[in-house]
């Protein structure tokens, strides 16, 4: 008889949460026991999500043992100057620089340099004393952590340092070479402070997890530890039988902060608007998440706002159902060296759409390998003009003859339980 390790998963983002951060680690809990582990799953007892998803509570299974302890979150105390501010901000949604009020300027700048690493750094120390005693008294095996946000990497550093229990650390982003990290307004002291606590994390546990080969070559300059890539992926999920819209809709699926505004596809669809009376007719582009006021009036200024229908944010399900039924999907990435690193979970589960990728992102991105190896779509800088039109021109043209689809290759080392598999292996 196989004897199950016991992993003790240190998790922020749980059921009800809502957006890309809560996907890894529910999916990995799903599969595990398939592999003889049996995860245990520590999570804050009245944490502060920005987005809520009733919907996943359903992936959770009745049998899994969920720790919870109390947190205290300064986001809650930011909402009594701006409560919507606070709640931008928590979300990742940053306005450019010179567009920023003062309230959002001092909030950025407490939240850069009073908090370290993160707004939950609180929760650290009465973690660390919850866990202790519960890992003595319940033969963990392992401890694993995830971030962002990446405070929790230091509950796991704690732990390690006091009881010596196996530590593997999750990183389903970069730490201090993340891109919003400029914009939050560091004091030299404070950026020092997050490189000596990232080092001691990355030298510290015993093995690290990354989701991209940029972050793996990154972390390697730092430690020698092991670093293993597992990347997002997909799940099967069950949907009703889904129709094709009538339109040639170009759907963005996700969060669109103020960076993440290509104009050279504004530019495109506008002069294709312009251009041709059929594509002006038949055109639709789709946002489902958050879109930020910046690039909605950059859309506007390109007399495109007519084509647009801002769904804003949906159950995980319900946009599922938005990416199968789309003619075009969109994956658009901030134009910077910091991003090449970033693949959004919701690139696996545009692969498996059978519908065609358009993505746009800085050049070499790990998104552009992942795209070609799985001839799931097409990937432009943010200079490509002439391909990029050439290219939504014959994705138009196959959508009026009736033909517009994808045709992936290799997709199964992506599937949740494929990477459920590769990660039991480093437990």
């Not at 931008?88 to 850069?112: C, P, V």
């Not at 095996?141 to 990446?150: A, F, K, L, R, S």
């Not at 002069?271 to 006021?293: A, M, T």
Request: proline fraction near 5%; charged fraction near 20%.
């Amino acid at each position: 008889m196989t004897v199950r390790k016991k992993a003790l998963i240190i998790a922020y983002y749980w059921p009800p949460a809502g957006g890309p951060g809560v996907q890894r680690w529910l999916k990995f809990v799903k599969y595990l026991p398939d592999f003889d582990i049996e995860p245990i799953v520590y999570i804050p007892e009245n944490p502060n999500y920005p987005i809520i998803d009733d919907s996943l509570i359903a992936d959770v299974s009745s049998d899994l043992k969920i720790l919870k302890q109390p947190i205290s979150e300064p986001y809650k105390f930011a909402g009594l100057f701006s409560k919507q501010q606070s709640k931008t901000i928590s979300k990742g949604i940053i306005s450019e620089k010179k567009k920023q009020n003062l309230l959002e300027k001092f909030l950025l700048y407490i939240r850069g340099n009073f908090f370290i690493p993160d707004a939950r750094i609180g929760w650290v120390k009465p973690s660390v004393k919850f866990l202790s005693e519960y890992i003595k008294n319940h033969h963990i095996d392992v401890i694993i952590t995830t971030g962002p946000p990446h405070s929790l990497h230091l509950i796991g550093l704690s732990l390690k340092k006091q009881l010596g229990v196996k530590w593997l650390a999750d990183f389903r982003d970069p730490w201090t070479s993340i891109g919003y990290h400029k914009q939050l307004k560091l004091t030299q002291k404070a950026k020092l402070k997050h490189k000596f606590l990232e080092k001691q994390v990355l030298n510290n546990a015993d093995q690290i997890v990354v989701t991209s080969y940029t972050t793996q070559q990154e972390f390697k300059n730092i430690t020698a530890k092991p670093i293993d890539v597992i990347t997002n992926g997909y799940d099967v999920e069950t949907s009703e039988k889904i129709i094709l819209d009538n339109t040639f809709s170009l759907s963005h699926i996700g969060s669109l902060l103020s960076k993440r505004n290509p104009i050279v596809l504004w530019k495109v669809l506008s002069d294709l608007v312009n251009e041709q009376e059929d594509f002006s007719s038949d055109f639709k582009l789709n946002f489902i998440g958050s879109v930020s006021d910046d690039v909605l009036q950059t859309i506007k200024n390109h007399g495109l706002s007519n084509y647009v229908d801002n769904v804003s944010y949906v159950s995980h399900k319900e946009a599922i159902n938005h990416q199968k039924k789309s003619q075009v999907l969109l994956l658009i990435e901030i134009n910077s060296e910091d991003t090449k690193c970033i693949i959004p979970g919701k690139l696996f589960e545009y692969m498996v759409s059978n519908r065609p990728i358009i993505a746009i992102g800085p050049k070499h991105s790990d998104v552009e390998t992942i795209i070609k190896e799985t001839n799931t779509g097409h990937y432009f800088n943010y200079d490509d003009y002439n391909s990029l039109k050439t290219l939504i021109l014959s994705h138009y043209n196959s959508y009026k003859n009736n033909t517009l689809h994808s045709n992936p290759i290799g997709l199964q080392k992506y599937s949740r339980k494929a990477l459920a598999q590769s990660l039991s292996k480093l437990i």
